[in-house]
């Protein structure tokens, strides 16, 4: 005899929510209009800093707020963030992989080395990855990014294709006052700095707060670029 399992069917049932989701948002993003420039400016190389996770998680999708079974919620302000990879004509690129990963809310990174690692959130996932879509689309569920002693907030991306890596860049919250206290950021130039930082803004009708933040990443390749 078959036994229905209802915390299984639930727990699918919620992810399949959550993708569909995570989905419009990305359709959206894409469907916006927009008037491109002769060439996009490319968004700005930064450092990748030492906290990479040293040991990838187990669960590497692009919801950072589930991990396996654990329906308990990460600490933090969820958030949508989400965005296109354009070529630098405005072109979607494809098949390309985007990765974030990004401080818990207590500061601490998925890494060995990292400051307050004592105190990190086991129901963060810490690292996601996700690969682009028919319209060059990624999106990631994850907390608003917190400051740690010395950083703004912000969310670490590499973007590759195959063995060959894109642009390694951080996204930073527009309008944080960290953001001209912190010295990576303040090596930018004005259009540079315009290129990694999004708005976070609360999505209307949400019942937990969340927020979203629409980024796009422009690469210096283009679609049939090897």
């Known amino acids: 005899m078959h036994l229905f399992n209802h915390k299984s069917f639930e727990r699918a049932d919620e992810g399949r929510r959550r993708f569909v989701r995570l989905s419009a948002v990305t359709a959206l993003l894409a469907a916006r209009p927009g008037a491109w420039a002769d060439e996009l400016a490319l968004t700005p190389a930064q450092t990748e800093g ?7 998680p ?7 707020l589930a991990i396996g079974d654990d329906a308990g919620p990460a600490d933090g302000v969820p958030t949508w963030f989400s ?3 354009l070529d630098a004509s405005g072109n979607s690129l494809r098949g390309v992989l985007v990765e974030i990963w990004q401080c818990d809310a207590h500061g601490a990174y998925l890494h060995s080395q990292s400051g307050n690692a004592v105190r990190r959130d086991g129901r963060f996932q810490g690292y996601g990855r996700f690969l682009t879509g028919l319209a ?3 999106g990631f569920r994850t907390i608003r990014p917190v400051p740690y002693p010395g950083r703004a907030p912000h969310i670490h991306v590499k973007v590759s294709r195959g063995e060959r890596a894109l642009v390694t860049s951080q996204c930073y919250v527009k309008g944080d ?7 990576i950021f303040r090596g ?7 290129a990694v930082v999004a708005d ?3 999505v209307e009708n949400s019942r937990i707060g969340e927020l979203a933040a629409a980024w796009d990443i422009v690469v210096g390749v283009t679609p049939t670029d090897g």
């Open 83 to 85: 965005g296109r990879v």
């Open 177 to 183: 006052p960290g953001n001209e206290r912190d010295g």
């Open 50 to 56: 030492p906290f990479f996770p040293d040991r990838l």
């Open 136 to 138: 060059g689309t990624w």
């Open 200 to 202: 976070f803004v609360p």
């Open 58 to 64: 187990l669960d590497t999708d692009n919801d950072l």
């Open 188 to 194: 930018l130039s004005a259009p540079e700095a315009a």
